[in-house]
């Protein structure tokens, strides 16, 4: 598969973006003209740029409103048009985007159109140009791409021919069945971009909220299979409008562009092997230059240290199956926060080939002997991901020695871990989860809180054994302190909380306070048994229930920017207990 990518799609000037584009691996470029025309470069300096990073210049655009016109305003297109291909011929390019006409469109009339855009064939047939015209889902009479080909095929110039973009495409509803029947030799370029299923006008959600494939609502694998079905042999190319793309790293964006194409090519291939599903969370991982805090929340938990590692100042506590990492190595200066987890799989190295295909670099990891080899990923924003099999899950908490006391019998394991993502980072992490890990992307919600707005978006596997939460920061808690914008935690899944609760405050555990309006919204909302309105009220536990069963949980302080949820699943619930998320936000911003 050819990859391609607009420049519109980055933040940066044209070079930030050429290099950035290269550097991510992708073979072509579209050239956005904005982007030249502000550039200090000439053509003929953008054109050496590409050679030396071997991209090759797959289009030029846009081209706008040429067709539809009256003799007169059709001249001023031909003036227009030749200067375009002289700068095409400085630009080393030979594909320019035509887009239907949205301004000066009078005459809705395909013979017309057609007679135009053949006229403008022949000017760029004669400089060795092609015109690809594109239906813009806004076009004053040209919006469908069926009608785009209808036009394409009466003008009959081999100059002329169609692009094809899924946006202009899906966002109308439009059935992409039909482009079977387009001759894949006059399907001259392809864009995609992926979009959340919004209603509101086409032109504003086509601007500001497009998004990479396996981001949104459209069914990009169905849409890339009928160009490819009708002969399509060209790149498949990117063009994605977003505000926050066009503010954001460029080299960071460019690669996770790749992966979203990558992503869609595994799509494609039927036959393709299947990731190494994970089907538990093997351990979390803490670190801080001092984690005595974290360890004493965790022993009035009713974790039991297992040990000190025997390289490292690296501590194990367990309970159950539940397994937290405490890692002071190399945190000078860094208070506590969640580094990293671990998943476990059949096939480790697979699953770690498959994130690295994925764009995900190996995290370097300093063995010494007897220590286990576990094979580690970075996540986008640095968190490290260790991946364990049936053989190496079972002998890494072998490391460490000098462990002492007896967990709590009600902590079976960690039933979910709570991540934070900035606003700007959220579709890129999703994407990553998802596919690296061979998660699927669940409920999303947005909830309430002191700060605004948060935005939760749930990832897991097939069997529940792995679940992710991740969170997008509100814009006001980007301004907030460290602890607030960062707050992340990890779930410790119980049996018998009520019970668990009562021994843990003997042993001095201090949970979130929870208000006594809470309560009383409780008992209208709920039908629950005489008494247990109390227990939970006596105990500081929030409760939640479904068709399926009832979820009962707390949280403990936050310590640097980490907590932890002490929960409950009873019968089938499958939720997260969304509803009491604002409880916990309000006490934990009051808190600070």
Same mark, same amino acid.
């Given at each position: 598969?050819?990859?391609?990518?607009?420049?519109?799609?980055?933040?940066?000037?044209?070079?930030?973006?050429?290099?950035?584009?290269?550097?991510?691996?992708?073979?072509?470029?579209?050239?956005?003209?904005?982007?030249?025309?502000?550039?200090?470069?000439?053509?003929?300096?953008?054109?050496?740029?590409?050679?030396?990073?071997?991209?090759?210049?797959?289009?030029?655009?846009?081209?706008?409103?040429?067709?539809?016109?009256?003799?007169?305003?059709?001249?001023?297109?031909?003036?227009?048009?030749?200067?375009?291909?002289?700068?095409?011929?400085?630009?080393?390019?030979?594909?320019?985007?035509?887009?239907?006409?949205?301004?000066?469109?009078?005459?809705?009339?395909?013979?017309?159109?057609?007679?135009?855009?053949?006229?403008?064939?022949?000017?760029?047939?004669?400089?060795?140009?092609? #015109?690809?015209?594109?239906?813009?889902?806004?076009?004053?009479?040209?919006?469908?791409?069926?009608?785009?080909?209808?036009?394409?095929?009466?003008?009959?110039?081999?100059?002329?021919?169609?692009?094809?973009?899924?946006?202009?495409?899906?966002?109308?509803?439009?059935?992409?069945?039909?482009?079977?029947?387009?001759?894949?030799?006059?399907?001259?370029?392809?864009?995609?971009?992926?979009?959340?299923?919004?209603?509101?006008?086409?032109?504003?959600?086509?601007?500001?909220?497009?998004?990479?494939?396996?981001?949104?609502?459209?069914? @990009?694998?169905?849409?890339?299979?009928?160009? #490819?079905?009708?002969?399509?042999?060209?790149?498949?190319?990117?063009?994605?409008?977003?505000?926050?793309?066009?503010?954001?790293?460029?080299?960071?964006?460019?690669?996770?562009?790749?992966?979203?194409?990558?992503?869609?090519?595994?799509?494609?291939?039927?036959?393709?092997?299947?990731?190494?599903?994970?089907?538990?969370?093997?351990?979390?991982?803490?670190?801080?230059?001092?984690?005595?805090?974290?360890?004493?929340?965790?022993?009035?938990?009713?974790?039991?240290?297992?040990?000190?590692?025997?390289?490292?100042?690296?501590?194990?506590?367990?309970?159950?199956?539940?397994?937290?990492?405490?890692?002071?190595?190399?945190?000078?200066?860094?208070?506590?926060?969640?580094?990293?987890?671990?998943?476990?799989?059949?096939?480790?190295?697979?699953?770690?080939?498959?994130?690295?295909?994925?764009?995900?670099?190996?995290?370097?990891?300093?063995?010494?002997?007897?220590?286990?080899?576990?094979?580690?990923?970075?996540?986008?924003?640095?968190?490290?991901?260790?991946?364990?099999?049936?053989?190496?899950?079972?002998?890494?908490?072998?490391?460490?020695?000098?462990?002492?006391?007896?967990?709590?019998?009600?902590?079976?394991?960690?039933?979910?871990?709570?991540?934070?993502?900035?606003?700007?980072?959220?579709?890129?992490?999703? @994407?990553?989860?998802?596919?690296?890990?061979?998660?699927?992307?669940?409920?999303?919600?947005?909830?309430?809180?002191?700060?605004?707005?948060?935005?939760?978006?749930?990832?897991?596997?097939?069997?529940?054994?792995?679940?992710?939460?991740?969170?997008?920061?509100?814009?006001?808690?980007?301004?907030?302190?460290?602890?607030?914008?960062?707050?992340?935690?990890?779930?410790?899944?119980?049996?018998?909380?009520?019970?668990?609760?009562?021994?843990?405050?003997?042993?001095?555990?201090?949970?979130?306070?929870?208000?006594?309006?809470?309560?009383?919204?409780?008992?209208?909302?709920?039908?629950?048994?005489?008494?247990?309105?109390?227990?939970?009220?006596?105990?500081?536990?929030?409760?939640?229930?479904?068709?399926?069963?009832?979820?009962?949980?707390?949280?403990?302080?936050?310590?640097?920017?980490?907590?932890?949820? @002490?929960?409950?699943?009873?019968?089938?619930?499958?939720?997260?207990?969304?509803?009491?998320?604002?409880?916990?936000?309000?006490?934990?911003?009051?808190?600070?």
């Amino acid at each position: 598969m050819q990859t391609s990518i607009a420049t519109v799609c980055l933040s940066g000037t044209l070079v930030d973006k050429l290099h950035a584009i290269a550097d991510a691996g992708f073979d072509a470029v579209e050239v956005f003209e904005p982007d030249l025309i502000t550039a200090p470069q000439t053509p003929e300096e953008v054109r050496a740029l590409c050679d030396r990073l071997g991209l090759r210049i797959a289009l030029y655009q846009p081209f706008r409103d040429a067709e539809g016109v009256t003799e007169p305003e059709f001249a001023q297109v031909l003036r227009r048009a030749e200067a375009k291909f002289e700068l095409m011929d400085r630009l080393g390019v030979d594909t320019v985007l035509v887009c239907s006409n949205v301004a000066t469109a009078s005459i809705d009339d395909d013979a017309v159109s057609a007679a135009q855009l053949a006229r403008l064939a022949d000017l760029a047939d004669a400089r060795g140009k092609r #015109l690809a015209f594109e239906a813009l889902a806004w076009g004053r009479y040209i919006d469908d791409y069926r009608r785009a080909w209808r036009i394409v095929e009466r003008a009959d110039h081999p100059a002329l021919g169609v692009c094809l973009d899924s946006f202009h495409i899906l966002s109308r509803g439009h059935d992409p069945a039909d482009i079977d029947r387009i001759p894949g030799e006059k399907i001259f370029f392809v864009q995609l971009a992926d979009a959340p299923l919004l209603s509101m006008d086409v032109l504003s959600w086509s601007r500001h909220h497009r998004l990479f494939p396996g981001e949104g609502g459209f069914d @990009l694998p169905a849409f890339v299979g009928h160009t #490819l079905r009708a002969g399509y042999t060209g790149p498949l190319s990117l063009e994605v409008f977003n505000d926050v793309f066009r503010q954001t790293d460029p080299a960071r964006t460019a690669r996770h562009a790749l992966r979203s194409l990558t992503v869609l090519e595994d799509a494609l291939e039927t036959d393709a092997r299947p990731a190494s599903a994970p089907h538990a969370l093997d351990q979390v991982e803490i670190k801080a230059q001092d984690t005595d805090a974290v360890a004493a929340v965790l022993e009035r938990i009713g974790f039991a240290p297992s040990g000190r590692h025997v390289t490292k100042p690296v501590w194990l506590y367990t309970a159950g199956e539940a397994r937290i990492v405490l890692n002071e190595h190399n945190a000078t200066g860094t208070a506590p926060h969640v580094a990293g987890f671990g998943i476990r799989v059949d096939r480790p190295e697979d699953a770690a080939a498959r994130a690295e295909r994925l764009g995900a670099q190996r995290a370097h990891r300093r063995l010494l002997a007897g220590e286990t080899d576990l094979p580690a990923v970075l996540a986008p924003d640095g968190t490290e991901i260790l991946i364990s099999g049936p053989q190496s899950g079972a002998a890494w908490p072998g490391e460490f020695a000098g462990g002492h006391g007896t967990p709590d019998p009600s902590i079976r394991g960690i039933d979910h871990v709570n991540l934070t993502e900035p606003a700007a980072d959220i579709e890129e992490a999703v @994407l990553f989860y998802g596919t690296a890990l061979g998660l699927t992307r669940e409920s999303s919600a947005e909830l309430a809180g002191p700060a605004g707005l948060v935005r939760s978006q749930v990832l897991r596997s097939g069997d529940g054994g792995v679940r992710l939460a991740l969170n997008v920061v509100p814009p006001l808690a980007e301004r907030t302190s460290a602890t607030q914008r960062h707050a992340q935690h990890v779930a410790i899944a119980c049996d018998d909380l009520p019970g668990l609760i009562g021994r843990a405050r003997a042993r001095g555990l201090r949970t979130v306070p929870v208000s006594a309006n809470y309560y009383d919204d409780l008992g209208a909302r709920f039908d629950l048994p005489p008494g247990e309105l109390e227990r939970l009220r006596e105990t500081g536990l929030l409760y939640d229930c479904d068709a399926s069963g009832e979820y009962l949980h707390c949280y403990t302080e936050t310590i640097g920017t980490v907590f932890f949820e @002490l929960v409950e699943r009873r019968g089938r619930y499958d939720g997260f207990g969304a509803a009491n998320t604002p409880v916990r936000l309000t006490a934990q911003h009051l808190s600070h």
